[in-house]
């Protein structure tokens, strides 16, 4: 098996982990230009990255096969990305973009109490802190009074929390001597096959090949290379460097992302001074925080990369 890349360094992996961000910030856009509902549209997303990555694992000189114990490690995690994923789309569904995005910020707060268990820290009042203060910088970025329907908030908040479980596992994972690539994979069957129950219930939402536009399989095919398989696989080497929490703060500034693209590109969301004020606290807490984990003194992104995965 080939050896896997070095780490990288802080500043590259800093800047990598803000171009990924980029990347998801389009998915949004994406999924206002795909037809199709939200059930079909995340299972042809999944199931095209399992397809791509199928191909890519040996093209990178590493096998498809793997002992089961660790595949059905891989296989657990995937299970919580296929439920994020319905849960996320079902909060935007059911109680809007906004609420949906909103609710997703607390994934900050969630990891800075999921991280120590995993890792074996004491949790850190300064980052429970500073995920409580994405919370107001988001709320302030999309200018919202939360008053969305209970199940749309409901479905937001576990998003989040499982969001959380998984880059927090993600971040034990990727300690391994794994290749990305496979690992993502093994993942993501799991998560297909999570989302594939969803049409044991609806049948009528599921959408054929066959009854794909041209458009939509053009949009889903960027959705699922430059929007997923490129940024699932560069995270999990950004997770050799920086911790779960650390890429889970700079994750917030997806939905800025999303707004600026959103107003560049369709001239219908004019960015407000609240907008500004929220980017402004997103940004000021991400430096924050990146300044914080450079002091000498070993913080949670060195334990992390320290610690041997269970």
Known sequence: MRALTPKLSRPSAHALLHGIVLLWGCTAILGKQISIATI????????????????LVPLRGHSLRLPWQRARSYFFVGVFIGI????????????????????????TFFTALIEPLLFGRRVDVRELVIGAFVVGGAALLLGVEVRAAPLGIALGLASSLFAACFGVMNGRLAQRDEPPERLMLYELVAAVATVSVCFVFVPSQFVAPWQLSSADVGWLAVLAVMCTVVPQVLILNVLRTLSPFTVALATNLESV???ILAAIL???????????????????????????????????DERAGSTTPA
């Open 40 to 55: 079909p549209l995340v299972w042809y997303r999944i199931a095209l990255v399992v397809i791509v990555l199928a191909g």
């Open 84 to 107: 994020h994923w319905l849960c996320f789309y079902g909060a935007v569904k059911v109680a809007g973009v906004a609420t949906g995005v909103l609710t997703l910020s607390t994934i």
């Open 257 to 259: 992302y999303s707004l």
């Open 266 to 300: 369709f001239h219908d969301e004019p960015l407000t001074h609240r907008f500004y004020l929220g980017a402004g606290v997103l940004f000021t807490l991400v430096g924050l925080n990146a300044a914080r984990k450079a002091r000498p003194t070993p913080g949670p």
